[in-house]
C-alpha cells in the first residue's frame, strides 16, 4: 500500500511498518485542524491493522514539527482552548497507547505540539541538527498534548520546569543528555537508523511486546505493589501463548525465533 495525502504522507513497507511524514514544510509542519484530524485517523487504523508492525513518524523539510498552528491558537478561548487540549491529549494518547511501538525521527525543530509528538512515541531518534523546547509561555499558555507530563517524566521535574518557564530551546545532544532522545546521529543516517531499530522490534513476539509497552505505561504511577502484580499478570499470559514455546524453544536449540503473535 503507498497512499499519499497533501499534508500527511503515509505508506507501509513490506515488514509491515508504517512510514508517517508531516508534509507542511513551509509551515514548519505546523499542527493545523487537518492535520491533526489525518494522524488520530491513522492512529486509529494502525491500531487494528493487523498488518502494521509499527510506525515511523518524522517530518518533511527542515522541522519535525514547530508545534500548534498559531493563527488557529489565536482563536482560542477558554471553551474553545479546553477542547482543543483535549483533543490533541487524546489523539497523542492514542499513539503512545497503540501496543504497537513507534519512533519519532526528528530530522529538525520539534518545538511545543512537535515536541509534545515526539513525546507521544515510544522512542525517540534525532538527527545532529535537531532542535527542542516547550516555547508556550511566550505565548501566554502552557504546553497543552501531555507536554507538561511527558517531559517531567522523561527528563525530571527540574529540567522539565526549565524548559517550560523558559521557553528556551535545546540542541540533539543536550536532550540525548537529559534522557529526551535515545539516540543522536548524523542527518543522512537518521531515517535507515531508525527503519533499522523498528525492523528489529517487529521480528520479537508481538504479544511480549504488547505486554512490555502496556506495562511500562499503565504501571509507571502504580505503586510499587500494585505495578508488579500487574507485571505478573502479564507474564502470566506470555507463558501461555504459541511465541513463548517458540522463543524457549528456538532458544534452546541455538536459532532465531519465529515468532506468529499467537
Excluded at 59 to 81: P, R, S, V
Excluded at 166 to 175: D, F, L, Q
Excluded at 195 to 204: C, D, H, I
Aim: include cysteine.
Amino acid at each position: 500500500m503507498n497512499i499519499k495525502h497533501e499534508i500527511v504522507k503515509f505508506n507501509i513497507n513490506d515488514v509491515g511498518i508504517l512510514h508517517i511524514t508531516l508534509n507542511r514544510p513551509d509551515a514548519l509542519n505546523a499542527l493545523n485542524i487537518e492535520v491533526m484530524a489525518q494522524l488520530q485517523d491513522i492512529f486509529t487504523a494502525a491500531k487494528s491493522n493487523y498488518t502494521i508492525k509499527a510506525l515511523l513518524i518524522t517530518g518533511e523539510g527542515k522541522a519535525f514539527c514547530a508545534g500548534a498552528d498559531i493563527n488557529q491558537l489565536a482563536t482560542l478561548n477558554a471553551q474553545t482552548g479546553l477542547e482543543f487540549s483535549r483533543h490533541g491529549q487524546k489523539i497523542f494518547r492514542l499513539l503512545e497507547q497503540l501496543g504497537k511501538p513507534s519512533i519519532a525521527a526528528i530530522n529538525g525543530f520539534a518545538l511545543g505540539g512537535g515536541c509534545e509528538l515526539a513525546m507521544a512515541a515510544t522512542m525517540r531518534i534525532a538527527s545532529t541538527q535537531a532542535v527542542f523546547g516547550q516555547p508556550e509561555i511566550k505565548l501566554g499558555v502552557i504546553p497543552g498534548f501531555g507536554g507538561t507530563q511527558r517531559l517531567s517524566r522523561l527528563v525530571g521535574k527540574g529540567r522539565a520546569l526549565d524548559l517550560c518557564l523558559t521557553g528556551r530551546n535545546i540542541k540533539a545532544e543536550e536532550a540525548l543528555h537529559w534522557g529526551l532522545v535515545n539516540e543522536v546521529v548524523p542527518p543522512d543516517q537518521l531515517m535507515n537508523k531508525a527503519e533499522s531499530v523498528l525492523k528489529n522490534l517487529v521480528q520479537m513476539g508481538s504479544l511480549a511486546l504488547k505486554s512490555i509497552l502496556t506495562v511500562i505505561d499503565q504501571g509507571y504511577n502504580l505503586t510499587m505493589e500494585e505495578a508488579q502484580e500487574f507485571e505478573a499478570a502479564h507474564f502470566g499470559l506470555c507463558c501461555a501463548t504459541r511465541d513463548k514455546q517458540e522463543g524457549v524453544k528456538a532458544f534452546l536449540e541455538k536459532r532465531t525465533a519465529e515468532f506468529v503473535g499467537e
